[in-house]
């Protein structure tokens, strides 16, 4: 028997004997390493066409399996929102499991068509030998389940609603499904996506006749036009949320004509599409695109574009004048619009700079074959990784510059390691999964996708109050998703926003932004800060005031629509002081607000004093740090942002929580050190000491 090998997938060893494992003179090469992803192994050479299975797979009966076994959805959300119903299923699920044994003492015949796909599927292998004692399984999973979909229950909760959808098989160890039921208790979703990057499933020119639903689609190993053309079609005919519109502001832009490839202006109503990557340093050279010198990516990007019946392609790098000026400026704050009134984006998910191509377009990018077997007369094939799981580990999903270009169009071509993906503001397909027969519409997800895109402010304006809340929500993840993310120049920390804040100005916030905070309308929004586990940079050209100005991940601890006079979760909660915005030049940023001086004390927390005194207000608490004793000894400025006024209990007394911003400098010349809380002593709101701390505002300049 020739065997198969589960750690570098050749033949002809165990795997206890492979080289690459540590210890072996071998294991330094990166060649021994395989992809676990590249599903046309070494084994590929043994494949027949004749179906022909070793002892074990012949008592599996596979293709029966798939075809009539009796699988559960595992993802059935209750009103309750809990998933209880799908926990019972999924341990009815795991009693159609088929046992392959303990890792260390797994067999894959090469020979039989069967073995060949597990080890195309099979997870990596780990590499503390305690774990090669596991038991591994071929689990089976609704095809849904696995893209984290569901089929609504019936309103009879007695009845398992009709299932015309493929069954999927994933493998995986008992002890990795219980890791991923713990992990993902709370989001059953999550839990169905999660570890599961590589299926098999019958073809869509073999499927179970019940269950053709998402069917295993041969994809090539270079892309099908065709294929992105009728999820194209799709999206333009049943899609009305994903309406394209004309701006005349895209007259001054300039475009490429695919055609002549000639950089030309922006003809009126022309449709364009718009090329999000990760630029890596590598930028065309003058006379590139005549010369057919670009970069690869680009280069593709222009093949694509032809192929789909389109003339023009926006790309920053070429369409755009690289050389600092009011029209490079003019233009970047256009991203909104340049990236929405675009037919569709093409997101280069793969590579980490621009020489690395759209993988499947031309021969410098290949990609590796699908793994398709013949067992008992059906046709099987390997399914690749979904959207979610393609999208881990990417550099594009770590870059500031690629959040705009990923959230503002309508529908994005996302062209990754393994197949490509379409992911508009209503479907999602992929080319290895066949999408024409979709009973339940799932791939047209709807409303379920607003929490990625950002969605027309109407379906939010039922009132002022729900308008404001999710002007605050959508303002505060969309920060949070941004600093998160790393650019190569710190003269970007604006411009790689501008086009996401002038969206937002648009639809959510109209009085616009003062150096990336909403300050007209949320003036509250200084009371940003860096979670305790971020290390922030200072970035000296920009001010300390605004997130812009550090590199860095931030955070809000509360929403900022307290504003509103709205009670929160506590009894009579309200912002019953918030400091007022009056201007700004260049980054001075000039505001009326109350400021305090308050003495640090350090016996065991930070204790705030009133300097000179022992009349204490309250314990210190910088940003979201557990430990409350981070902040040095001394006297130092504070500029209250906002104070939460509430009861714990309807006749209970009132409490304070005070935001403020710790400054350093003198009156005049203020900059930001830190935001912090003050915890009130209880009472203090009766006593004329603290009183007369909040009774008096002045104006502050902050650098």
Known sequence: MAIICLKCRGIGHKMLDCPTLKGHDNNSDPKMEPDHLATEPLAGGLASPVSQLCKRCKGFRIIDWLTNEDIRDEVVIGRDGANSQGWENKNHNSGRRLGLGPLHSIFLDASCSLCRMISRVFPLIPEDEEDWGAEYFIRPIRSYNRLGESIAPPEDSSKEPDDKYAVYAVVDSREDAMSTLSRHFGEPRDQAVYGFELAFALSHKTPAPSRPGFSARERGVTWQPDIVKSWMSRCEQKHPRCRVEWSDQLLICKMIDVSSRQIVSCPPHCRYIALSYVWGGVSPKDGALESRELPQTIEDAITVTKALGIGYLWVDALCIDQTPSPEKAQQLSMMDIIYSCSWATIVALDGNDANAGLRGVSAKSPREPQASESIDGSKV???????????????????AWTLQEYLLGS?????????????????????????????????????????????????????????????????????????????????????????MLSSLQKTFLPQGFIWGLPLKEFPQSMRWYHPRAVKPRRRPDFPSWSYVGWEGTIAYTDRLDFATGRTGGRFDEVADQILRYLGFEDTILTVDGVLIRLEVRNEPFNNAYIPGTDFLLGILQEGNFLHKNTLPQGTFDFLVVERLSFRYAPDSNVRHVVYMVMLEGELGSYSRRAMVRLFVEPGLDKQQDYSALFGRSRVVHLL
């Open 381 to 399: 094939l390997s399914l690749f990784p979904a959207l979610p799981q393609e999208l881990t580990g990417t550099t594009y999903f770590t870059r």
């Open 411 to 499: 529908r994005r071509i996302l062209f990754g390691k393994h197949q490509i993906h379409f992911l508009c503001n209503t479907g999602n397909y992929c080319e290895s999964i066949d999408d024409t027969v979709d009973p339940g519409g799932l791939l047209d997800i709807g409303a379920k996708q607003a929490n990625l895109i950002l969605t027309d402010c109407t379906e939010h304006s039922e009132d002022l109050e729900s308008q404001c809340d999710f002007a605050d929500f959508t303002f505060r993840k969309l920060a949070g998703l941004y600093t998160n993310r790393t650019m190569t120049n710190d003269s970007d920390s604006l411009n790689a926003f501008r086009g």
